[in-house]
């Protein structure tokens, strides 16, 4: 189901854009897939099908508790009563269903039985997903009306401000505004903080870093225009605090309503500047986005012959690059060198474009009887200018960085904010009307040039959350600059107020802090862009072109695992080391697999290695085991053939550490040691499939009693079981596994807090299944 029509609102979606409900769906997703995988084998064991019952009583029970509570929150809610009523209902008959159908085994010669009896857990948990998820988000309506109607106090309270003359009403108005505020925000915070998406997070966070600095700035705009009630320019800085805050209570809505439905937009009037919807006048995309999405049709054109579709995509790419490109070179603030070489690398780009297709459209117009001569030349040729296009698509964005930060860096070298605003408060503390006209033209121009600063940066900002923030430094610093001039403005008017004077310092301390903010984005973005990011950021791969060969590698071990669990089922007994041991690999070796997919617990290369340390180490152990259960089997072909696999374990996890320990520098260093990594992994799994098969045909041809295999008496080695459904958090000095920072993965280093999450490890297997209950 894709989603359902409640009574009186908009169409409901299941999408999910909130941490705390996906996080509450995730046990439940995970006692169903334990189920529906239990439906598809035909014969399970007396121990496996009580388990199985146990798992759907639960389920059922669970569900219960979970529909008691949705039925407590429609009782307390009337406008959604009904809708939750349902999804209540829908939720209660398919926990009794799948509760029926645990309960129920087949032969296993009923093949057709069960079929039918997967084909109806699959039903039932299809339904109870669906169900419980709709729960959960009309539960999460309740929180957003929440948010929306602190929203509307807050600018019910503003509104009041906004109405009062005197200063006694003010004070009991701003009183009740500031309390309205706090409340604000601490439901926008944790909404903030709960929601998924990278893009709304960024949103709210600068609708909130408004609201912050606003709110000192009203305070002083109104007590400086209730002291001055004349002065035009004091009621024109009042106003503007008054847009701002309204402003970004408009953008808090924005984000809490996802952008709300498409028809009611238009009605709002229009969410500008494309990402962060904070007011600026036009929405372009970024450079980065061009170039990015250049070099993908580049890369298409790589596999297949330039035709007409191909043609077209190319030149409507190109024309974005140019769009892009053309903000640099008609910046006033570009240096005439610079914009000599981006005109020229331009002018470069397009000629070879033009003569690439113009290659492909002559080949198109040859008779087939030519065309297969022409061939291998045309091959030639456009292996050639692919190869130019690589260097465009790198140059030329190194020559935008560098001219971004030439501009910032004469800006912030010259630091002409602290001059300008310590001369706007002098001219004004002495009176001195025309002199804080003539710096205001100078700021006027400065804005302008720290204005086109962040429109660069946001072109070069490869990630949603930085684009946002340059975003937000443009449209705060766009609607801040003429409200210090005004409140310069007021103070040369009234030069002995002491209100005034106050006015101009808060509103100077903000442009400073924003100035602040400026230089922090200046510096993310070029280490971004640079490969130097601080901020470790999910890179599980590279672009589609590069990682073919790492995804094929996935799925080849995915299959291995999954031949590895198959052998696992097979022994009837599965309490024993071997199994164990084989089933904790299986899992490592999963979760690696996932990566590959950009899915799954491990987040970045660095995850990736650490995992991969320790399947070595629990392949040393296997190799341990298995040597003490071959030593209990006679001599035979079986126990030879054990014996040959069993050398081999030790070999490939040597590989695979030294694989681990070899040091990377670089975006294709590091994908060709997770490649390899890979490729180590799947080939000692290959092996633990074989050794689990052939030892349980020696088990079961011997009847060796395997489920009592010694541990290795190694010492104080200890063995270990893998604890699928814990994490631990890892310290990582002395490691040699690296991590890839940045988006553009140029560069690693070590995880300075040692901590890293999602990192699956073994724990005691050695402990009886009571006390490992105990401890977890």
Not at 504 to 526: H, R, T
Not at 721 to 729: E, K, L, N, V
Request: aromatic share 6%; net charge neutral; charged share 25%.
């Amino acid at each position: 189901m894709a989603g359902y029509q409640p009574k009186n609102e908009a169409k409901l979606t299941l999408e999910i854009r909130t941490k705390s409900v996906e996080q509450t769906l995730v046990p439940l997703v995970t006692q169903i897939t334990t189920l529906v995988n239990h439906k598809e084998r035909p014969k399970l064991s007396e121990k496996q099908q009580r388990a199985l019952e146990r798992v759907g009583i639960a389920v059922s029970s669970a569900v219960d508790r979970f529909v008691s509570v949705g039925q407590s929150i429609a009782e307390e809610n009337i406008d959604i009563k009904a809708d939750m009523c349902l999804a209540c209902h829908d939720a209660r008959i398919a926990g009794t269903t799948i509760q029926r159908l645990t309960s129920c085994y087949p032969s296993h010669d009923e093949s057709l039985s069960v079929a039918a009896d997967k084909t109806a857990m699959v039903r039932a948990a299809r339904q109870l997903l669906s169900a419980i998820t709709k729960v959960l988000l009309l539960a999460d309506r309740i929180v957003v009306k929440q948010l929306l109607l602190s929203k509307d106090k807050v600018l019910l309270s503003l509104a009041r401000v906004e109405e009062v003359n005197n200063f006694t009403d003010f004070v009991n108005a701003f009183s009740q505004f500031g309390k309205d505020m706090v409340e604000l925000a601490h439901l926008s915070g944790d909404r903030q903080n709960d929601l998924k998406s990278d893009k709304h997070r960024a949103q709210m966070g600068s609708a909130r870093a408004i609201l912050e600095k606003s709110t000192m700035m009203l305070l002083l705009s109104c007590k400086t225009c209730l002291r001055h009630p004349d002065c035009s320019s004091a009621r024109h800085t009042r106003q503007g605090v008054f847009s701002m805050i309204r402003q970004a209570q408009e953008l808090i809505q924005h984000v809490v309503l996802q952008g709300g439905p498409e028809e009611n937009r238009s009605e709002r009037g229009p969410v500008l500047n494309g990402d962060s919807g904070i007011g600026l006048v036009s929405s372009h995309p970024t450079a980065s986005k061009a170039f990015s999405d250049f070099e993908d049709q580049i890369d298409m054109t790589r596999v297949t012959m330039i035709g007409p579709a191909v043609e077209d995509r190319l030149l409507s790419a190109f024309e974005n690059v140019k769009e892009t490109v053309e903000e640099f070179t008609d910046s006033y603030y570009t240096s005439h060198e610079s914009r000599e070489k981006i005109v020229q690398l331009s002018d470069n780009l397009r000629d070879d474009l033009q003569n690439m297709l113009l290659l492909g459209q002559n080949l198109v117009a040859l008779s087939n009887s030519f065309k297969y001569f022409f061939l291998k030349i045309y091959i030639f040729l456009k292996g050639i200018f692919l190869f130019k296009f690589d260097n465009y698509i790198y140059n030329i964005p190194l020559l935008l960085l560098a001219t971004a930060m030439s501009q910032a860096s004469d800006l912030f070298r010259q630091n002409d904010d602290e001059g300008l605003l310590k001369a706007l408060r002098m001219a004004g503390l002495a009176g001195d009307l025309g002199r804080v006209e003539e710096l205001t033209v100078k700021f006027s121009e400065h804005q302008e040039q720290l204005e086109e600063v962040c429109k660069l940066f946001r072109h070069m900002a490869t990630t949603e959350p930085l684009i946002i923030t340059a975003e937000h430094n443009e449209s705060f610093l766009h609607c801040l600059g003429p409200l210090i001039l005004y409140a310069a403005h007021t103070l040369a008017q009234h030069p002995d107020s002491k209100i005034a004077r106050e006015n101009l310092e808060v509103f100077s301390d903000a442009w400073e802090g924003q100035i602040n903010d400026l230089s922090i984005l200046v510096k993310e973005v070029n280490d971004v862009c640079q490969g130097r990011g601080d901020k470790l950021v999910y890179l599980s791969l590279p672009r589609p072109g590069e990682q073919a060969k790492i995804a094929k590698l996935g799925l080849e071990m995915k299959l291995i695992t999954s031949e590895t669990e198959a052998e696992a089922d097979k022994w009837e007994e599965p309490d024993n080391a071997v199994v164990k041991r084989a089933k904790n690999m299986s899992s490592m070796a999963f979760s690696m697999y996932l990566f590959t997919r950009g899915e799954g617990p491990l987040r970045t290369t660095h995850d990736l290695f650490v995992q991969a340390q320790f399947f070595a180490q629990e392949g040393n152990k296997l190799y341990s085991t298995i040597q003490n259960f071959a030593q209990r089997v006679p001599s035979c072909p079986q126990k030879e053939e054990l014996l040959m696999y069993l050398e081999r374990i030790p070999l490939c996890c040597h590989q695979l550490l030294t694989t681990l320990k070899s040091s990377t520098f670089g975006k294709t260093a590091t994908f060709n040691k997770v490649d390899s990594a890979i490729q180590e992994t799947k080939n000692l799994m290959n092996i633990v499939a074989k050794v689990v098969t052939t030892c349980f045909v020696c088990a079961t041809k011997y009847n060796i009693d395997y489920r009592c295999s010694p541990t290795p008496s190694t010492g104080n080695q200890i063995s270990s079981r893998w604890a699928s459904g814990q994490r631990y958090d890892l310290r990582s000095s002395g490691s040699d596994t690296e991590s890839v920072v940045g988006s553009s993965g140029h560069g690693e280093g070590r995880r300075s807090s040692g901590q890293s999450e999602g990192i699956y490890r073994s724990s005691s297997i050695t402990k009886p299944l009571s006390n490992l209950d105990k401890t977890g």
